[in-house]
């Protein structure tokens, strides 16, 4: 790992270094596909378990699994054919679902309805060292590969309601987190007009959010009474739930997890950003 860093750096240093021919900037957008791991897994398991534990349900809670981003990118081109870029963006994920039905509780029947808006909002920096291949007079093939810094920020709220107890709530979640990783791949350009190019792009990126701590609340009302919680230091935590089959499950609980009788598994949530980008745009040179 070590000679590789080395050896990235030596390459930057070198391309940074080296005449510049020309400037150019890049602007591209797209679709952003990304891994999930715990987040994803655990929401499978929680439609798997609503499933297997209620009488009649419609709908299903969707995983963090695409969206939309935006990148820009100044690239200084050298004669080697070798460019460094600059650049960042923006993506985020999360749609909105929702579960209803009726289950059964101590031989009686109840309703109950949940909906779930996860986002996962991300800020991408990154540099690249880009090397250029002339397919044809108008086209080029770009490679290209670097280190990734993100800004993420992940958000969930989650409105419900149930017949038992007359519950009435809404939990909220708010956490934020940097990210390291990498990023590689390969675009094609094909010059349209004088200074401008046309760009397709494919790219996979590296890097996770995990050891998520952030803001919990959750405000509603009762036959009890009113429900007023919240703290600063709560976590997502991933855990096995197993009351008669194995359900892998995520949710929010203080530092010491979760715990109970059917409870095993517990640890820090991952939220993979591991996963692919597809993007078109311009360049336009300088």
């Not at 194995?246 to 517990?266: K, Q, R």
Request: glycine share 12%; aromatic share 14%.
């Amino acid at each position: 790992m070590r000679k590789t860093i080395l050896f990235l750096s030596i390459l930057f240093i070198a391309a940074a270094a080296a005449p510049a021919q020309l400037i150019s900037f890049k602007l591209t957008g797209g679709m952003t596909w990304i891994d999930g791991d715990d987040y994803n897994k655990g929401i499978a398991g929680l439609n798997r378990y609503i499933q297997d534990t209620t009488t009649t349900r419609t709908g299903s809670f969707r995983e963090l699994t695409n969206g939309f981003h935006a990148l820009g990118e100044i690239i200084v081109h050298t004669r080697s054919g070798f460019a460094v870029g600059f650049g960042g963006g923006y993506y985020r994920l999360g749609q909105d679902s929702s579960v209803t039905g009726q289950g059964m509780q101590s031989d009686a029947a109840f309703d109950f309805s949940s909906t779930y808006k996860p986002r996962l909002s991300v800020i991408p920096l990154f540099i690249n060292l880009h090397y250029f291949v002339p397919l044809a007079s108008k086209a080029k093939l770009d490679l290209y590969a670097g280190p990734l810094f993100q800004v993420v920020q992940y958000t969930f709220e989650n409105p419900s309601t149930t017949s038992v107890d007359a519950v009435s709530q809404t939990v909220t979640y708010t956490a934020s987190q940097t990210s390291f990783g990498f990023e590689a791949g390969l675009g094609l350009s094909c010059n349209i007009m004088p200074g401008v190019a046309l760009i397709i792009d494919g790219c996979y990126r590296n890097g996770e959010a995990t050891d998520l701590k952030g803001n919990w609340a959750v405000l509603g009302t009762s036959a009890s009474g009113t429900i007023n919680k919240s703290s600063a230091e709560y976590y997502v935590w991933a855990y096995d739930y197993a009351p008669g089959g194995t359900y892998s499950l995520v949710d929010f609980f203080d530092a010491n997890g979760p715990a109970g009788e059917f409870i095993s598994g517990a640890r820090k949530a991952v939220i993979r950003l591991s996963g692919i980008t597809a993007s078109a745009g311009l360049k336009i040179f300088f």
